[in-house]
């Protein structure tokens, strides 16, 4: 028996999980399952090993891509119950609206698994992704041209929100020993068939390493790739540690990002330009950050001295003195939000926190969709009731709709996504 084919000890369990969160503190973890072989171990695992002071808590995501969807989150929730865990059950019914449903799935059960969090107050959330997943996505990285730092698959942890990381402690392990760990102990598990259909590039993957092994080989490049990211996560923190104790990295309360140029020119071009590359993705709401190329373009056009740009719907201005980005407010503008009544803390546009009790039908949208606003406040929040009147307002132009439109408080969270990932600021 070679080591792939052990089943994973509750021990070795508790050690891998410990040992990922960035910090260890008492409280809620969200075990992300959706019945396969993966994510069923580990929620197994987690029920039988002893970490002190952490409850975790199944949550599975009814995506609704296929018919079965329904009856396989209900074979969690009863195995969930026989393992004295709690689980929920959150469906997504957002499939039919979208041109890519498997992609708009996946943002979306990243969005409500950290919504749930957030209601159980859990600091993170956990998935099974293995050694078998990092493999694959430091293939399908080199395939697509990355190098260096790009090549370094997953993160143990990254941040999903304030305060909640996204924790996958199981990156060492095959996936193998998932399967022995659940065939030991008599515990059935759900089959995917996307993961068999060629149509997708990671199941022609999972298929050719399955015929060509070479996951040594692949380890070494990861872990190699992985220790270039590490030196550049801390040189991104000291450099942004220092512009902002120098004031040369400002972000006003409006998630406008400002940077002076001149500290921008002393940097290294790489380090300049992801700095930009951040900057961009939190100033503009992007999901993701814009290609090494796109970063190229624009750096080279503001070397020769061009004044405005866009990318990643944000707004590059040369603003004198300093570098301005701010959201774009573009053709459809900020996603539109249907508020539930009551208290509630909201997330807009990637760029705000809000917190904020509302009546039935009110809507969270920006100051733009109502035909309102200049290019530094169209993209703002505001709250508006059935009959779209204006009842709360971003602090920025709540004094210039009505004195009767109160203030909503709206707290930036650009600097948090800036900063995301870099264990410096991890607030933990």
């Given at each position: ?39 069923t171990a580990m ?73 749930r969090a957030r ?49 996958r402690p199981f ?258």
């Amino acid at each position: 028996m070679t080591t792939e084919d052990f089943p994973i000890s509750a021990p070795e369990a508790a050690q891998l999980i410990s040992s990922t969160l960035p910090r260890a503190r008492p409280g809620k973890v969200v075990l992300a399952v959706s019945g396969g072989a993966d994510s069923t171990a580990m929620m197994l695992l987690a029920a039988q090993c002893s970490i002190p002071d952490i409850q975790f808590h199944v949550v599975t995501i009814d995506h609704g891509l296929r018919a079965e969807s329904a009856a396989e989150a209900s074979y969690v929730a009863d195995l969930a119950q026989r393992l004295g865990l709690p689980h929920d059950i959150i469906r997504w019914d957002g499939q039919s609206s979208v041109n890519n449903p498997s992609a708009a799935a996946r943002e979306a059960r990243y969005r409500m698994l950290t919504d749930r969090a957030r209601q159980l107050e859990a600091f993170a959330v956990m998935t099974a992704h293995h050694q078998d997943d990092q493999i694959e996505t430091h293939l399908l990285a080199k395939d697509r041209g990355a190098i260096g730092a790009g090549l370094a698959g997953m993160r143990r942890w990254r941040s999903l929100f304030p305060d909640i990381v996204l924790a996958r402690p199981f990156l060492s392990i095959p996936a193998s020993r998932f399967r022995q760990t659940l065939l030991l102990q008599g515990i059935n598990w759900v089959e995917d068939p996307s993961n068999q259909n060629d149509r997708y590039a990671r199941a022609r993957l999972r298929k050719h390493l399955q015929s060509v092994p070479r996951r040594s080989d692949h380890l070494h490049e990861i872990a190699k790739a992985a220790a270039e990211r590490a030196a550049a996560d801390a040189g991104m923190a000291k450099t942004i540690e220092h512009l902002v104790s120098r004031q040369a990295l400002i972000i006003d309360d409006a998630a406008q990002v400002r940077l002076e140029i001149s500290a921008m020119r002393e940097l290294p071009d790489d380090r300049a330009s992801e700095l930009l590359a951040r900057m961009i993705t939190a100033a503009g709401g992007a999901l993701y950050p814009p290609s090494a190329s796109a970063i190229e373009r624009v750096m080279a056009g503001l070397g020769a001295g061009q004044v405005a740009s866009t990318l990643g719907g944000c707004q590059i201005l040369a603003d004198g003195k300093y570098l301005l980005l701010r959201r774009e407010y573009g053709r459809l503008g900020p996603e539109i939000c249907n508020l539930a009544k009551g208290c509630q803390t909201v997330v807009f546009d990637r760029r705000f926190l809000i917190d904020i009790q509302t009546s039935a039908g009110a809507k969270l949208c920006s100051l733009g969709f109502l035909r309102r606003g200049n290019a530094a406040t169209r993209c703002l929040p505001v709250v508006v009731d059935e009959q779209m009147r204006i009842v709360a307002a971003h602090s920025k132009v709540a004094g210039r709709i009505s004195p009767l439109v109160e203030i909503l408080p709206a707290h930036e969270i650009v600097f948090w996504r800036m900063t995301a990932d870099l264990p410096e600021f991890a607030k933990f």
